[in-house]
Nanobody, 125 residues
Framework: QVQLVESGGGSVQAGGSLKLSCVASGYTPGNSCLSWFRQTPGREREGVALLLTLNGATAYADSVKGRFRVSLDKANNTLALQMNSLKPEDTAMYYC??????????????????WGQGTQVTVSS
């Protein structure tokens, strides 16, 4: 059973940085999609960044390219999301998610069946 536990959210001013962490267990280390999503009230969950554990390949939503970086610490089974140059529109609940590649990873939230509890990020202007 996959378990995901996020931490690291908080409040920051625009232009600041935050680092989110997700401790993952029960996933297949050699071939999984580990991803970050975010959601605001009334909107669908949006894919932000993903990582394919098979080869470390990453992908980002256009809205965060150049500002966010996803990485995996294999020794500690921790997926991280470094968020720089934060904007008020980055305010959301951020979730870690895991899925089996089919055969690729996607930003479709319906492709993921394993989710963490979420961590809130608030960016003030």
């Amino acid at each position: 059973q996959v378990q995901l536990v996020e931490s690291g959210g908080g409040s920051v001013q625009a232009g600041g940085s935050l680092k989110l962490s997700c401790v993952a267990s029960g996933y297949t280390p050699g071939n999984s999609c580990l991803s970050w999503f975010r959601q605001t009230p009334g909107r669908e969950r949006e894919g932000v960044a993903l990582l394919l554990t098979l080869n470390g390949a990453t992908a980002y939503a256009d809205s965060v390219k150049g500002r966010f970086r996803v990485s995996l610490d294999k020794a500690n089974n921790t997926l991280a999301l470094q968020m720089n140059s934060l904007k008020p529109e980055d305010t959301a609940m951020y979730y870690c998610a895991a899925a089996v590649p089919k055969p690729y990873c996607s930003f479709g939230h319906r492709d993921y069946s394993n989710w963490g509890q979420g961590t809130q990020v608030t960016v003030s202007s």
